[in-house]
């Protein structure tokens, strides 16, 4: 049982440099999502996508693109670290519309940026 | 827009003494809400959601919610705390009119004193 495989686990990261966090699930499910988990605040949504093809901006986007181009992956890019983006980083799934409405997490890359 | 809000970032309470977590949440159409737990360096699993349907849900682990709609309330209630309770749980909202994004509180951490 896989569900949602997240890479890399942890990272250092000079600032200025180019950085593509992976996230592969396979449930088939249509939604997906990324957030960041930072002390105090929770759990913010970075980027979500609904369907292969298709993103949207969640709370957080700035300094963060992603793409959808298929079903299973959605990587998450960060164009030019920031140390400000040092953070845990979660992926997520869920089968919504409809199906149990749940959604499943990944185990998270932890991202330093110096 | 849709938001959540847990009181209290920290909670402590006495192995076998009841456990009460509250959270609050707004939404403009009919919500799903959710209730997580994260133990230490790992990612998000679901305790128990809430679908439309039965107002009262129980949950993994002996936990329970109960949905009221004139409170907008969600509290997660469990009779008696037990030592491996201590984790950090997060309520969620994600609606049900077609952005599907989960939007979480800041999180309650939950201590469990021997």
């Known amino acids: 049982i896989a569900g949602i495989t997240q890479a890399p686990t942890s990272q250092i990261l000079a600032a200025g440099r180019r950085m593509t966090l992976r996230c592969t699930q396979d449930?088939?499910?249509?939604?997906m999502y990324w957030y960041r988990q930072d002390l105090g605040l929770g759990l913010r949504l970075i980027h979500y996508?609904?369907?292969?093809?298709?993103?949207g901006k969640g709370e957080v986007p700035d300094g963060y693109s992603v793409s959808r181009a298929n079903t299973d992956d959605f990587p998450l890019t960060l164009a030019s670290a920031v140390p400000s983006q040092t953070s845990v980083y979660f992926c997520?799934?869920?089968?919504?519309?409809?199906?149990?409405?749940?959604?499943?997490f990944g185990q998270g890359t932890r991202l330093t940026v110096v | 827009a849709q938001s959540v809000t847990q009181l209290g970032s920290h909670v402590s309470v006495s192995e076998g003494a009841l456990v009460l977590l509250r959270c609050n949440y707004s939404?403009?159409?009919?919500?799903?809400l959710f209730w997580y737990v994260q133990y230490p360096n790992q990612g998000l699993q679901l305790l128990l959601k809430?679908?439309?349907?039965?107002?009262l849900v129980k949950g993994i682990n002996g936990f329970e919610a109960e949905f009221k709609k004139s409170e907008t309330s969600f509290h997660l209630t469990k009779p008696s705390a037990h030592m491996s309770d201590a984790a950090e749980y997060f309520c969620?909202?994600?609606?049900?009119?077609?952005?599907?994004?989960?939007?979480f509180g800041t999180g309650t951490r939950l201590k469990v004193l021997a």
């Open positions: 997520a799934s869920s089968d919504l519309p409809g199906g149990t409405a749940e959604a499943f």
């Open positions: 449930m088939r499910h249509n939604a």
């Open positions: 996508s609904n369907t292969a093809g298709t993103t």
């Open positions: 939404s403009s159409v009919p919500p799903y």
């Open positions: 809430y679908t439309s349907a039965a107002t």
């Open positions: 969620a909202v994600s609606d049900t009119s077609g952005t599907y994004k989960y939007i």
